[in-house]
Every structure is written in C-alpha cells, then in structure tokens.
C-alpha cells in the first residue's frame, strides 16, 4: 500500500516567510514602490530568522525526511539571512545608481533566498537539487539585470560555466543514486557505511562528479574562472549577494552531501585536498597582481573559497563547527567590505587600489570600518577572522592533513600584503581631489557595515557567542538525518 509522507508546513516556515516576500515583490509591483517592497522583503527576512529560533530544539521534517529543520539547517540558514539583510540594507542606497531599481530585482533575489534556504534545509539529494536551481537560475539573472554589456557579458559567463557545472552535479547525483537505490542522506550514508564492492566504482565517480559540480558553485580552482569577471561586472550589491549568500548556501549543500551522506565514501576527500590547493595558491597570487580593488576582492573570495573547503577535510563534528562559525564570519566581513565600496565607487567596475589613498581624511567612518574589514579578511587577531582561520586549520590538521594546514598558513602571509597594502593607504595623506562617488554615509548602507564591522570584532573578542551554538557535536553528526 501507497504510503503519503507527512507535509508538514512548520518546518518549512522560514522558508515560505521569504517566498512571500518574492511572490509579494513580484505581484505588488505594480502599486508599490521599489524601496517599499525592499522594506517588506527586509521585513520578511527579520521573521524569517526569528522563526529559527522558535523551530530551536524542535527537531522537525516534512516529506518523509525531504525537508529537516535541524540545528544544522537552523544555524545555516541564519548565516543566510544575515548575508540577504545586508544585501538589501545596501541596495536601499545604491540599487538606483545600478540601474536595477526596480520590482524584478527584489523578486530574484528573494526566490535566489528562497532556493538557499532549500539546500540548507534538504533532507536529501532531489530537493538539495531544487534549491540549487532556484538560487542558480535568479542569480544568472541578478547577474544581467542591470542590461550594461559588462554585466550582460560576465552573465552569460556565469550562465554557461554555471550550467555546466550543474549538469556536470547531476550526473553524479545519477551514480550515487544508481549505487545506492536512494536519494535520502541518511539512507545513502546508512548504505556507504559498508561499501559493497560492486558499486565502488560508481559510487566513488558519482561522489567525484558531485564535487566537480559543487566546485562551480563555491568557485574552487580550476572552476573559479566565471568569479573575478561575474563579481567586478554584475553591480556591487548583486557580487556581495553572489560571494556571501549564494556561496554559503552552496557550502551548506557541500556539508550535507560530503560531510554527511558521502562521509564513508572513500576517494574525494584526496581529490578536494588538492583542489583546496590550488585554490589557495591561485586565489592569493591573482589577488596580489590586482590594480582594482573590486577585482582584488573577487580573487579574495576565491582564496577564502580554499579557508572554507578546509572545514570539510576535518571530521563532520570539527569540520562543521569550523566551517559553521567562519561562513557566519566571512558574510559579515565581506558583505562589510563590499558594502563601502558599493557606496564610496562612481561606478559598478568599483575604484582603483590606488584612489584609495587618503580615504581617512574623505570618509573617515567608512575608511576605520574598512580597515577592520580588511584585518578580520587576513586573519589577524583580535577580530574574527584570525579564530576562523585557526578553527579550519585546527580541522584539516586534526584529521591527518597537516600539508594543506601548512600550505594555508603560507598563503595567508602572502595574502597579509594585498590586505594591508589598502588598508594603509587609507591613512596617508592625499591632496588631490576626492576619487570616489561620494555618497556620503547614508543610514541603510551604514547599518550593514555597522553590522559586519561589530560582528567581526565582538566574535573575535567573544567568539563563544557563535560557536557555543555551532561546537556542540550532535549537530553536525546528525548532517545525515541519523
């Protein structure tokens, strides 16, 4: 006899919260304001994340286990509203300078929340799948929207190595399920505990092509192409949107997949160990040959990219732990960042490292924050960033892969030079005219860096008040589903 799986709503609240912000965005469009339908999205996303914290210690899934509103999900998806609550503080500013002021972007950016949450609520691979598809298909658009041949140019980039990577993920998602006859995490990870030897073979290249997938995704090297052109081209807010929301919720997907389903299938974790590698060699040597400063900080996120994948060489309880407590981390230091150049730029291609000369004397909140922004990015103490580092560190090194430690804390002396290279030509004297737009320090785009700047700072001094959530073990052993 047919058995129909519960369909529960509650647990699905924090997302159907965002998605009536989206269908609200795309429906009232027609009566309403841009900057009131952003102040209702900005609305929906507040409830949004207080909905996780009455889902907190409840456990709860819908569609026998399709969907689970565990601690893993809850702590996820509020790294996730974070990102989009910055996101459309900024956009409150400078969507109109964009040329993206208008109903349709606020709509995309909402289903693109709406598929984020998905993956970091996915009970197993078919609905992880969804939501990487919603989130991917609104950001191909958030990419182009503006209409300028820069964006439409670094667009359709992110549109064809973007599909390719998916398709490339659902050819795997085929092998693994081919090997294991299901597509629930914990019933593929009760099945991967004793590998049958048949199926290795296909079930190690299901696992391999998932990851090449996913590496698309959070942009690991030698999948990392689309990312410097896609962020300098699309408008500032949409490439603060891209490298904080979209690559956290592709990074939950990752943690879900490898770090619970997959955990006993052998092969990948070599294969990411040397693509981790790569990607911090080549994120902070490109970063260092940067003249601008919107590029250096795309080649940035390409570096911090390898810091995050660290996480999922450790075990799922220290791996999660470190990479639940830096993805919180480095949304609130990025989005910062990108949020004063976003505001201070005369344009969408940003501003040149050295018109930043003498920042101080023009925009001198806006100069400080910036700096704290660019010292929790290279990882010294006492902000945020230097206790990520250590946690991911402390992880990979911890579980037998001390090289990639080693080769990590290299990278980050080099990358020390195109942090502070900036952040000290801020303070020099400058007499000629002013080189940035102007904007000013306006309240919504204050408040996200007010924001990002207080978070890395009291989570540096205070990191217990995140990661006492994100340390406990049950959390991350439980990524499965078990």
């Known amino acids: ?135 991917s298909l609104s950001s191909y658009v958030l990419a182009t929207l503006q209409g300028s041949r820069r964006a439409e140019e670094s667009g359709l980039k992110y549109f064809l190595l ?41 079930l190690v290249g299901g696992a391999l092509l998932m990851l090449c997938g996913f590496g698309f995704k959070v942009a690991l090297a030698p999948f990392h192409q689309w990312t410097p052109d896609v962020y300098g081209g699309a408008p500032t807010s949409v490439s603060l949107f891209l490298s904080t929301v979209v690559k956290v919720a592709a990074f939950a997907g990752m943690l879900r997949v490898f770090s619970g389903a997959l955990e006993n299938v052998p092969g990948w974790h070599s294969v990411l160990a040397v693509l981790i590698a790569a990607t911090l060699i080549i994120g902070n040597l490109a970063a260092l040959r940067q003249t601008n400063f919107k590029r250096m900080l795309a080649y940035s996120a390409v570096a911090h990219t390898g810091f995050l994948g660290m996480a999922l060489l450790g075990t799922p309880a220290a791996g999660g732990a470190a990479l639940g407590y830096y993805l919180l981390v480095y949304t609130l230091m990025t989005a910062a960042a990108l ?20 920042l101080y004397y023009r925009h001198p909140g806006y100069a400080v924050a ?64 002013a080189r940035e737009y102007g904007l000013g320090q306006r309240p919504p785009t204050t408040l996200a860096v007010a924001l990002g700047v207080a978070g890395v700072t009291v989570l540096g001094l205070l990191p217990n008040l995140w990661y006492a959530f994100v340390a406990h073990p049950d959390i991350w052993a439980m990524l499965a589903g078990r």
């Open 1 to 135: 006899m047919l058995q129909v799986p519960e369909a529960s709503l509650t647990p699905l609240l924090p997302i159907l919260l965002v998605l009536a912000g989206a269908i609200s965005s795309t429906l009232l469009g027609f009566w309403l304001s841009r900057r009131t339908l952003t102040l209702i999205n900005i609305g929906t996303v507040v409830a949004s994340a207080v909905s996780l914290g009455w889902l907190w210690n409840r456990d709860l899934s819908s569609f026998g286990g399709g969907l689970r509103a565990d601690h893993a999900a809850l702590l996820l998806g509020f790294v996730i509203l974070a990102g989009t609550l910055m996101t459309l503080l900024v956009t409150l500013d400078t969507a109109w300078r964009a040329r993206v002021s208008f109903p349709e972007f606020d709509a995309m950016l909402m289903y693109a929340v709406t598929g984020c949450l998905l993956i970091a609520f996915s009970g197993d691979l078919i609905v992880m799948l969804i939501g990487l598809e919603i989130m």
């Open 162 to 202: 973007g599909a390719a990577g998916s398709a490339v993920l659902i050819y795997g998602l085929a092998f693994v399920y081919g090997a294991t006859g299901s597509l629930n995490y914990a019933a593929i990870a009760e099945k991967t505990s004793t590998l049958n030897p048949d199926n290795v073979g296909i």
């Open 339 to 358: 949020a004063i150049v976003a505001a201070l730029q005369r344009s969408e291609e940003g501003f040149s490292i050295t018109d930043m000369r003498g």
């Open 370 to 433: 910036l700096a704290v922004c660019l010292a929790s990015l290279a990882g010294l103490p006492p902000f945020a960033g230097f206790f990520g580092k250590y946690l991911v560190f402390q992880a990979a090194f911890q579980n037998g892969y001390a090289w990639i430690s080693i080769l990590a804390a290299l990278t980050s002396v080099a990358a020390l030079v195109y942090y502070l290279r900036p952040a000290m030509l801020m303070f020099m004297p400058d007499r000629t005219p």
